[in-house]
């Protein structure tokens, strides 16, 4: 599991998200913008939190 942040993202969810992560033990990688992340994630909305699970 990965979690990606939008740098842009509001700083409480930001924040959030990334201490949730780091006490799970997931790795956090930020993206550069929400628009950034839109894209990689090849959705129609700008988006602060993404996660990419593993597949079985």
Known sequence: MQ????ADADARMRDEACAAAKAAGVPVQ???SMTAL???CRIS???AVAA???ED
Do not use: D, G, I, K
């Not at 979690?3 to 939008?6: D, F, P, Q, R």
């Open 52 to 54: 990419q699970v593993a």
């Open 3 to 6: 979690l990606y942040v939008a």
């Open 30 to 32: 930020m993206c550069e």
């Open 38 to 40: 839109q894209r990689m």
């Open 45 to 47: 909305v700008p988006c």
